[in-house]
């Protein structure tokens, strides 16, 4: 396993419009997060899941977003009508439960 | 309210001159507290786990430790390929949720 695998690393898209992002976390982790970064910030937390099931939503997750896990494997997220305020850094990172979190290298996303 | 906060922002050194990076925390049932260094434009690195007060690990040239309310990063002999954003963060809860500071840039010139 190479490790967390999101994709796309970068993405470009005009305000209002929906994009969507996936997380491919290492396999033998059952715990999967999302967390949004912006220029000199650290991550802040989204969203958690373990297995399928999500467990946990930041109050930064508007009604705008939406995250899913099916069958407790890869993740996706969906940003609805984007606006400029969602440009930032989106990172997954996934554990298991007495391990320490890894993270993917990230989706850049860009509102322009 | 479960905060952390990273001092200084920003760090320039020169090759060889040691130094520390603090991350203060205030956590409701602390659970763990991690470091991570994080390359421009990349996702965070995981370098250390510290899980109570006393408690001291090291890596290369890193150094972490822990106290109630703070932890040090102390970095010896720097190197150019040290520099980078060091976050700091703490796990309250059994989530696994991490709380994370702003973290410190460091630059190291040769």
């Known amino acids: 396993d190479t490790g967390v695998s999101q994709d796309p690393r970068h993405k470009i898209t005009k305000r209002g419009q929906n994009v969507t992002f996936r997380c491919d976390p290492i396999?033998?982790?059952?715990?999967l997060y999302w967390y949004r970064q912006t220029l000199g910030q650290g991550p802040e937390f989204l969203t958690y899941?373990?297995?399928?099931?999500?467990?946990?939503k930041s109050r930064l997750l508007s009604d705008r977003f939406s995250a899913e896990r099916p069958k407790g494997s890869f993740s996706t997220l969906e940003i609805q009508r984007t606006e400029q305020g969602d440009s930032a850094m989106y990172l997954c990172?996934?554990?298991?439960?007495?391990?320490?979190?890894?993270f993917g290298q990230g989706t850049r996303l860009t509102v322009v | 309210e479960d905060q952390v906060t990273q001092s200084p922002e920003a760090l320039r050194l020169q090759e060889g001159e040691s130094s520390s990076l603090n991350c203060s925390y205030t956590?409701?049932?602390?659970?763990?507290l991690f470091w991570y260094r994080q390359d421009p434009g990349k996702g965070p690195e995981f370098l250390f786990t510290?899980?109570?007060a006393g408690e001291e690990k090291e890596k290369e040239r890193l150094k972490a430790t822990l106290t109630k309310k703070e932890s040090f990063l102390h970095i010896t002999a720097p190197k150019p390929e040290d520099s980078a954003t060091y976050l700091c963060?703490?796990?309250?809860?059994?989530?696994?949720?991490?709380?994370f500071g702003q973290g410190t840039t460091l630059q190291v010139k040769p």
């Open positions: 956590v409701s049932g602390l659970r763990g």
């Open positions: 510290l899980y109570s």
């Open positions: 396999s033998e982790h059952n715990r």
């Open positions: 963060a703490v796990q309250a809860g059994n989530t696994g949720k991490l709380i």
């Open positions: 990172a996934s554990s298991s439960v007495n391990t320490e979190a890894f």
């Open positions: 899941f373990q297995n399928e099931a999500q467990l946990e």
